[in-house]
Antibody, heavy 123, light 107 residues
Framework: QVQLVESGGGVVQPGRSLRLSCAAS????????MQWVRQAPGKGLEWVAV????????YYADSVKGRFTISRDDSKNTVFLQMNSLRTDDTAVYYC????????????????WGQGSLVTVSS | DIQMTQSPSALSASVGDRVTITCRAS??????LAWYQQKPGKAPNLLIY???SLESGVPSRFSGGGSGTEFTLTISSLQPDDFATYYC?????????FGQGTKVEIK
């Protein structure tokens, strides 16, 4: 059974950092271009970042470029999102998502999502 | 980046109604479009991919259509479990942008 479990969320002051983890089980992370999607309170879904299946490249939303870094440790079946210089508008539930496709550089829709991790940026 | 625009933003409907939601892309995405359903406090759930392919386990009252820049999600006969927010997402290119969502409420 495919499962994604996010952790590391919490309350943080503006300008500080936080690192989210997404632990995968029921499948091998290797070969998937794992992604993060966030949802601010009462708002819609916003795509955040992707790391390609082989770790060869990463893409980011303009709103987080230069502040957030996505990484992966396939040996631990885990994806990370390092969030620096956090702002109040980064407050959101952060979801880890698995694409339906495997082993190439093409974008795909998401067939599995984690339960989400709440990040609150507030002074 | 490709912009996705959904309409309407919200709608009220009754059980048994036929409901259609529209999603427009700012440029052609061929048929690389997915639809998700999200209920409060839950992660999104995949309904439709490649514009019109029904995800396994999703009731057949859900259907998708369109190509190029205009797409639709139709619920043929609205059921109590269908009251939720629906999002389209393009996956023609990164970033995989979402529409702003359509909230389906009980009339």
């Amino acid at each position: 059974q495919v499962q994604l479990v996010e952790s590391g969320g919490g309350v943080v002051q503006p300008g500080r950092s936080l690192r989210l983890s997404c632990a995968a089980s029921g499948f091998t992370l290797r070969g998937y271009a794992m992604q993060w999607v966030r949802q601010a309170p009462g708002k819609g879904l916003e795509w955040v970042a992707v790391i390609l299946y082989d770790g060869s490249d990463e893409y980011y939303a303009d709103s987080v470029k230069g502040r957030f870094t996505i990484s992966r440790d396939d040996s631990k079946n885990t994806v990370f999102l390092q969030m620096n210089s956090l702002r109040t508008d980064d407050t959101a539930v952060y979801y880890c998502a698995r694409p339906a496709g495997f082993g190439d550089h093409l974008p795909y829709y998401f067939d599995s999502w984690g339960q989400g991790s709440l990040v609150t940026v507030s002074s | 980046d490709i912009q996705m625009t959904q309409s309407p933003s919200a709608l009220s409907a009754s059980v048994g109604d036929r409901v259609t939601i529209t999603c427009r892309a700012s440029q052609s995405i061929t048929n690389w479009l997915a639809w998700y359903q999200q209920k409060p406090g839950k992660a999104p759930n995949l309904l439709i991919y490649q514009a019109s392919s029904l995800e396994s386990g999703v009731p057949s009252r859900f259907s998708g259509g369109g190509s190029g820049t205009e797409f639709t999600l139709t619920i043929s006969s609205l059921q109590p479990d269908d009251f939720a927010t629906y999002y389209c997402q393009q996956y023609n290119s990164y970033p995989g942008t979402f529409g702003q969502g359509t909230k389906v409420e009980i009339k």
